[in-house]
């Protein structure tokens, strides 16, 4: 899997949008963008992910730039609720083999300020 | 969305003690299991996955005698910590993905492990 590069902490004002930067500079055309995040003692909880194409759902949006050696999670309006550590994993798609699963970097650490 | 759940939530147990925690997908068939553990303040690690039906495929360092994982449904995994000690204290988790396309991995909250 492709390695992913994110900044360790990251400070974000209640209200504002978060915008969170992935580089995956050797990401593979196969290979896809997740995102996931982790409050404090509770599992990972999936967010997002995405190939080439911007997405959006009830809990953020994914850009994903042309070149897709970088992307951005963007949540529109940051709750305190928010803040944990966001990863962005880059996997090869493939579905049903043991071999395709998520491998965790160190994430950025959000901390949504009242 | 789709749940996965992880119980017990906490052990605490005495060394020498085999502890078994058990990951069920409750909405969804898993064809695949995976099972990380996570210490303080570090990255969640993946010790294992296992397809149904299947041996598990261990990371390296992971020991298999030391892990025993048993994935029998396409619902429900098992992962029995045998003879634990204290450095096997940890913060487990276990994560389920479903077959077909799109289908990314959820995971279960986790279990946290304390061996005395």
């Known amino acids: 899997d492709a390695k992913t590069t994110q900044p360790p902490s990251m400070d974000c004002a209640e209200g504002r949008a978060a915008n969170l930067p992935c580089n995956h500079s050797?990401?593979?055309?196969?290979?896809?963008v997740y995102w996931y995040r982790q409050i404090h003692s509770q599992g990972p909880q999936y967010i997002i992910h995405?190939?080439?194409n911007n997405e959006t759902n009830e809990m953020a949006s994914l850009i994903i730039t042309e070149d897709r050696k970088s992307s951005t999670l963007i949540l529109p309006h940051a709750t305190l609720r928010d803040t944990a550590v966001y990863y962005c994993?880059?996997?090869?798609?493939?579905?049903?083999?043991?071999?395709?699963?998520?491998?965790f970097g160190e994430g950025t650490q959000l901390t949504v300020n009242p | 969305g789709a749940v996965v759940s992880q119980h017990p939530s906490r052990v605490i147990c005495k060394s020498g003690t085999s502890v078994k925690i058990e990951c069920r997908s409750l909405?969804?068939?898993?064809?695949?299991m995976f099972w990380y553990r996570q210490f303080p303040k570090q990255s969640l690690m993946l010790m294992a996955t296992?397809?149904?039906?299947?041996?598990?495929?261990?990371e390296q360092g992971v020991e298999k005698d030391k892990f025993l994982i048993n994935h029998a449904s396409l619902t429900l995994s098992t992962l029995t910590v045998t003879s634990a000690h204290p450095e096997d204290s940890s913060f487990y988790i276990c994560?389920?993905?479903?077959?077909?396309?799109?289908?990314?991995?959820?995971f279960g909250d986790g279990t946290r492990l304390s061996i005395l």
């Open positions: 994560s389920a993905r479903g077959a077909g396309g799109g289908q990314p991995q959820h």
């Open positions: 050797t990401i593979s055309g196969n290979e896809y």
């Open positions: 995405g190939l080439k």
């Open positions: 994993i880059v996997r090869v798609f493939l579905q049903e083999t043991s071999g395709s699963r998520l491998t």
């Open positions: 909405d969804f068939q898993a064809t695949t």
């Open positions: 296992s397809n149904e039906g299947s041996k598990a495929t261990y």
